[in-house]
């Protein structure tokens, strides 16, 4: 009843910038946090940043902070993951998740849908 559907993916060189976007369509229910998690190849999905439903309380993974924002448009239903300088260990498939209350969380367990995941590919 509700879809998440990632953009913003793509091959980048190293010390670049991407703009992810995920777009919440269907049954939706306010307040919802939301979050982005990423999976590299031959490892586990791994929290990223989240954000709670007023956009004022953030959370980031050490290996990102300093160098991703997590944003959203609530009027658009749409979270956004602004990534600069990025590294070659950032490529991963990132996915966007959404959990019907209101506070940020980091955890995979805590959200309720999921989308299908964008590519990202960062170049030495």
């Known amino acids: 009843q509700v879809q998440l559907v990632e953009s913003g993916g793509g091959l980048v060189q190293a010390g670049g910038s991407l703009r992810l976007s995920c777009a919440a369509s269907g049954r939706t229910f306010s307040p919802y946090a939301m979050g982005w998690f990423r999976q590299a190849p031959g490892k586990e999905r791994e929290f990223v940043a989240t954000v709670n439903w007023g956009g004022s309380i953030t959370y980031y993974t050490d290996s990102v902070k300093g160098r991703f924002t997590i944003s959203r448009d609530n009027a658009k239903n749409t979270v956004y993951l602004q990534m600069n300088s990025l590294k070659p260990e950032d490529t991963a498939v990132y996915y966007c998740?959404?959990?019907?209350?209101?506070?940020?969380?980091?955890?995979?367990?805590?959200?309720?849908?999921w989308g299908q995941g964008t590519q990202v590919t960062v170049s030495s």
């Open positions: 998740a959404a959990r019907f209350t209101a506070t940020a969380a980091t955890t995979r367990g805590a959200y309720d849908y």
